[in-house]
């Protein structure tokens, strides 16, 4: 592993009104690694991908990715945000949808042209969805909507991926596509940091956790810290199941 | 007058041609517009913009003492915009959701709106008279000067639109993502509220403040019915809401001087239900019919079904079999029996039934045709 650090957190604190949602979050995230953010519902998972993001306006706290402000690397970065976020109904193609892919490098008024659209059909392929193309979006199933998110972010071809729930919904044949290409993506040395819901797969599918609850927890290599005692921390309850399978 | 003479009269009659125009480039506008209201699920905005745009139009009256329509329209843009800062600064300052601050905008503004038109209307001025006909709007006020204007903004416009085209469709589709890509989503959203205001302020003169949403709303509801391509949609409610303008027109003016703008309103209406019913893809009328045709086509298939697990025990798979015996199986019928006959799925005579050949291998591979239509 390349100790080079992808994303780094300092202080970060969030809070919606009165209530923090994230408390003092330091978080060093090494590049290369296929990361899952555990923790309860409302433990500020999508909020601590959002705050990086920049989608949210943190109280306090600074971001840094490859060592600069995120405002100066989001070339790098590719969001997958959940997949309820957005209107399905929108009239619009999956291929236009993955076009959206392409948009941050383009920059203002400049349109896609034949460049970006081979790009969106490469990474429909990727995904399993190069027969949909022209499939009006509400006519797709979920797991197929989910696959054209991921598409979405394959063509920003960045270094670092963010994923909100990308399980979320997804029958089983969708979800393992989904994971290989999230493990292929690591082989190339991309960063991941996957919100995570089933814990039963982390040992699987990751290689480094982070436990959130509000607080973080921990944060690791899946093998050395996912243990028991994290998940009680974490969770509040005591959390057997997942560790011994 | 009949609506022939008066399409004979367009060519000639120079206050006609004036209304006409004015009103379909202000059904064109508001069309285009209105598709991203929608889209964007605020399709109220552009009612509460509309009222909010009223008192803006008796100030600038109580200001200037002056019924410039200029003049009136400025102070009620100015009002209109103020009144979406105020339902943006209650939605994201408060816990109120976005339909509570429209309404609240709206009955607050039209309100001191009508409040200032009474006040007004006590004044000992001779010049007074006249304030009202914004409540509803007055077509045939229209002058050529207005229609170059309506026509100068549509084009400003419609270059932005291209220009920000896909600026626009990411914002409107996810808004979250877009930021990460680094738009600055405030902008465009501003630049899009901006003309939506715009085109609600033309069209006060014409539809009046009570009616003006229709004009945004309508069209684009019934464009969205015949198309799933947002560029499609946007160039499909343009024209939609430019018929309605005409058509509108061209009625109130050949019966006995009707107010235009609710007639406009109501054709466009007419143009929504239409949509809604006739609309290929996602109208009632063909919903249905793919409903029951597909309902139908499924009761003939699981009977055929039965069918095929009674002959596949026999050698001859053709072996006639008494009708009676299919009595216990929901959803069969004299009729679906005759259907069935027609595919030459099964053969008919007397009180009993065969399958046919092509009905066994239609039966056999039923399971499976079911598995790949999924």
Known sequence: ?????????????????????????????PEGVLMAIVGPNGAGKSTLIKSILGIIKPIAGSISIFGKPYDKQRKLVAYVPQKGSVDWDFPTTALDVVLMGTYGSLGWIKRPGQKEKKAALEALEKVGMLSFKSRQISQLSGGQQQRIFLARALVQNASIYFMDEPFQGVDATTEIAIINILKELRKAGKTLVVVHHDLQTVPEYFDWVTFLNVKKIATGPVK????????????????????NK | MSISEYFNLLWTDYTLRTITLGTAVLGAICGMLGSFAVLRKQSLLGDAISHAALPGIAIAFLITGSKDTYILLLGALICGLIGTFWIRGITTKTHLKSDTALGLVLSLFFGFGMLLLTYIQKQPNANQAGLDKYLFGQAATLVESDVFIMIGVTGVCLIILLLFWKEFKIMLFDMDYTKTLGFNVRFIDSLITFFIVLAIVLGLQTVGVVLMSAMLLAPAAAARQW????????????????????????????????????????????????????????????REIRFRQNRNDLQLKKTLQFMYDIAKTHQNISHPHAIRILNNFQGFSKNSLRKMEEKEWITLKGQEWSLTNIGFEEAKNLYNQQLKDE
């Open chain 1, 1 to 29: 592993m390349n100790e080079k650090l992808a994303i780094s957190v300092d202080d970060l604190t969030v809070a919606y009104n009165y209530k923090p949602v994230l408390w003092d979050i330091d978080l060093e995230v």
């Open chain 1, 224 to 243: 050395d810290i996912f243990n028991d005692d994290n998940l009680t921390k974490t969770y509040g309850i005591n959390y057997k199941v997942a560790v």
């Open chain 2, 227 to 286: 198309t799933n391509s947002l560029g499609t949609m946007v160039i499909l409610a343009a024209i939609i809401g430019a018929l309605a303008g005409i058509f509108g027109t061209a009625i109130s003016a050949t019966q006995n001087n009707l107010s235009t703008g609710p007639v406009i309103v109501l054709v466009a209406a007419v143009f929504v239900l239409f949509s809604f019913i006739f609309s290929p893809g996602r109208g009632i009328l063909f």
